[in-house]
């Protein structure tokens, strides 16, 4: 290599010797998945606040106890395997692969867990007769707005699936990591996805099981 | 932010075991105060208003310290935090005005 090219990857980001935001591909690539990402969610929210803002017979139907105490609870599982997925990634940096593969499962069975104790709140709610066409409650003498179970389903559905994608992503990078074939880069770059996955809970669980509490309860 | 993006990028992780314990701890005392504040059942608008900005809280101290941006290089929040700013804006300078005239057309007065 002549001393010119030298010069020129040591150069500044302008002159193309240098990555502009000092980080692999990879991680630019998520980076920017999560900003296409971060906007579905926010549209689909948005577009709940609309329909519900419009509606004379929105539904209040949740107690305190169980549905909001549940949720607090699902909250509380996300932000835990969040706290594993962040050990995991300094383990993986540190090159203690053992630890690291320790964590990300552990972030997966609290991804799990989260799907499975969701999944059993929504079949809760389809026994007693929510779905995402109809519901049962009543508001001001009339039946409540069909689209509280639209979106209930549809926003608490597509954070679920997030959800399931991540722990089978995490289990691949577990079992990929554990067996040398990925770096510390690539759990790094899952770790921001699964991040991402308990940030967007931290607005749904809000707007959907906090500013559905009854009222009058 | 901008003090500590350009520095950072010389220890390649940043942020001890004890720093991640505190944001945690953080997060689970503001999803407290959120269930809390169902739990008194205040009036929606407040509730609402309450509820948003300490999820914005939450959601930044989870994108600066566990999605690690605060020691990234600050073009890379440059190119992230404020266009997705400003698309939310430009949604909700659009939706909500609309929704509000068919809650005013339907009688609904909020």
């Not at chain 1, 722990?167 to 690539?186: E, Q, T």
Request: hydrophobic content about 55%; proline content about 4%.
């Amino acid at each position: 290599m002549s001393e010119l090219e030298m010069d020129t990857l040591a150069g500044t980001a302008w002159d193309g010797g240098a990555p502009p935001f000092a980080t692999n591909t990879k991680k630019l690539g998520m980076w920017l998945f999560l900003l296409s990402d971060s906007l579905t969610f926010s549209t689909a929210i948005l577009a709940y606040a609309y329909v519900r803002l419009s509606s004379a017979t929105w539904p209040r139907p949740f107690e305190f106890s169980p549905a909001v105490v549940n949720a607090t609870f699902l909250t509380f599982i996300l932000l835990s395997s969040s706290l594993t997925m962040v050990m995991a990634v300094a383990a993986a940096h540190r090159d203690e692969i053992r630890k690291a593969v320790i964590y990300i499962i552990l972030t997966a069975i609290g991804g799990i867990a989260f799907v499975v104790l969701h999944l059993m709140e929504w079949f809760r709610l389809f026994a007693e007769g929510v779905t995402p066409w109809s519901n049962h409650y009543v508001v001001n003498g009339q039946p409540g707005d069909p689209l509280f179970g639209g979106t209930f389903f549809g926003l608490t559905g597509l954070h679920m699936l997030h959800v399931s994608i991540g722990v089978i992503y995490l289990c691949i990078i577990a079992y990929g990591f554990g067996r040398r074939k990925f770096n510390a880069d690539h759990v790094e770059v899952s770790g921001l996805y699964w991040h991402f996955v308990d940030l967007v809970w931290m607005f749904i669980f809000p707007m959907v099981y906090l500013m559905s509490v009854n009222l009058k309860g | 932010m901008s003090a500590h993006g350009a520095t950072a990028e010389a220890t390649h992780q940043p942020g001890s075991k004890k720093l991640f314990m505190w944001v945690w701890f953080w997060l689970l005392i503001l999803t407290g105060i959120e269930t809390f504040l169902a739990y008194l059942k205040l009036e929606p608008h407040i509730m609402l208003t309450l509820l948003i900005g300490l999820s914005l809280i939450k959601a930044a101290l989870i994108v600066a310290y566990f999605m690690h941006l605060r020691f990234e290089k600050i073009g890379l929040f440059l190119i992230i935090v404020p266009s997705l700013v400003f698309c939310l804006t430009m949604i909700l300078i659009f939706v909500f005005p609309d929704s509000l005239r068919i809650a005013q057309l339907s009688g609904l007065g909020h």
